[in-house]
């Protein structure tokens, strides 16, 4: 998680602390589609892994990222 809430940290500005497990990308961050595009490019560098862009629209919360982005690493 900390790891993720560093990506959206220098992508949007919100504080590290902000970037919680259950808050909705959009709904609760005011994450858009282009920014949500940015932090999913930048977590593939970070952590390795793939995420192709149909996958994208499934991830809702933050828990959801973490989740799909432990997920492949571990395939």
């Known amino acids: 998680l900390a ?3 560093e990506i959206v940290n220098e992508e949007t500005g ?5 970037v919680e497990a259950d ?4 709904d609760d961050l005011d994450i858009d589609s282009i920014s949500m595009m940015t932090i999913v490019v930048n977590a593939e ?3 390795g ?6 996958d994208v ?3 809702v919360t933050v828990q959801d990222a973490v ?3 432990n ?3 571990e395939a």
Do not use: M, N, R
């Open 3 to 5: 790891g993720l809430a």
């Open 14 to 18: 919100l504080a590290v602390e902000a």
């Open 23 to 26: 808050k909705s990308f959009t």
């Open 45 to 47: 560098k970070k952590f």
């Open 49 to 54: 892994v793939k995420i192709p862009d149909d």
């Open 57 to 59: 629209k499934d991830l």
């Open 67 to 69: 989740d799909y982005i």
């Open 71 to 73: 997920k492949a690493q």
